[in-house]
């Protein structure tokens, strides 16, 4: 997952939305978003390699979504899997403050991650590239790419305004999809410098990603209603860009959001 935008308590009626593109390898194999076989309060996609996810849900209002942090050169070759991060959560029982303690614990296993977590009442957000402390989120709108939390990236700052403006039109998801489709490549002058090469600082850039072999796989709104109604609608694509598959899917949680 490579941009995740989040508006937590910023809604009246929406506690938690959430507007994510997941890139990743074209070769990499994934299932799309559905209700787990082996754990059937989760929703979410699956990396069919290692077994993990990159954003999921479950029916007890338990959320989680991730993207890697990018270091060109840096990288444990045993590392183990980030996306076991997610799903731990999501299909777990542990309290949130108890399971960012046990991700602080092990963050030096795993290669470079931001997370969030959160259970409908809190939402917090850890990285292992930082204090080793995680932060409690008060309300408002993040974005998320592959730094620390509001990075200002310029595809950040574009893709922020945006969401804010869907935000004044739910329950309507195509201005969502619609922000999460921008292909725009940012100029050389306001590229950040993350260690890989300039010709993939460019195409890294953009909201969209597109290349023959890795690129921009998912695009997925999330929806938590305060009366408990939680609602995932994911579309995937191909390496040329062209819609291959949709998923929607809503259920009602029996906990309700009381906000903060």
Not at 146 to 161: C, G, Q, R, V
Request: charge should be negative; include cysteine.
């Amino acid at each position: 997952m490579c941009l995740i935008l989040v508006a937590w308590q910023a809604h009246d009626d929406y506690p938690l939305v959430v507007a994510a593109n997941r890139d990743e390898f074209f070769a990499r194999p994934a299932a799309p978003a559905a209700f787990w076989r082996d754990a059937p309060q989760v929703l979410a996609g699956r990396d069919l390699e290692a077994g993990g996810t990159w954003l999921g849900v479950s029916r007890e209002r338990r959320f989680a979504a991730l993207t890697n942090y990018r270091e060109g050169g840096r990288q444990l070759p045993d590392a183990r899997s980030r996306g076991a991060l997610v799903a731990e959560f999501v299909r777990g029982r542990t309290h949130l403050a108890a399971y960012l303690a046990q991700v602080a614990a092990t963050a030096a296993d795993y290669n470079g991650f931001n997370l969030f977590v959160g259970d409908g009442e809190r939402l917090a957000y850890y990285t292992n590239r930082g204090d080793g402390r995680p932060r409690w989120l008060t309300p408002g709108i993040y974005g998320l790419s592959n730094h620390l939390l509001d990075t200002p990236w310029p595809k950040l700052a574009s893709a922020k305004a945006a969401f804010a403006e869907a935000l004044t039109g739910l329950p309507a998801s195509s201005p969502f999809f619609e922000l999460l489709a921008d292909q725009e490549i940012v100029p050389d002058s306001h590229l950040p410098e993350t260690g890989v090469p300039l010709a993939w600082e460019r195409i890294l850039s953009a909201v969209f990603v597109r290349s023959e072999s890795y690129g921009t796989r998912a695009s997925t709104l999330l929806t938590m209603r305060r009366d408990g109604q939680t609602s995932l609608h994911e579309r995937s694509f191909d390496s040329d860009a062209r819609l291959v598959g949709q998923v929607g899917e809503t259920f009602q949680s029996s906990l309700i959001s009381t906000g903060v």
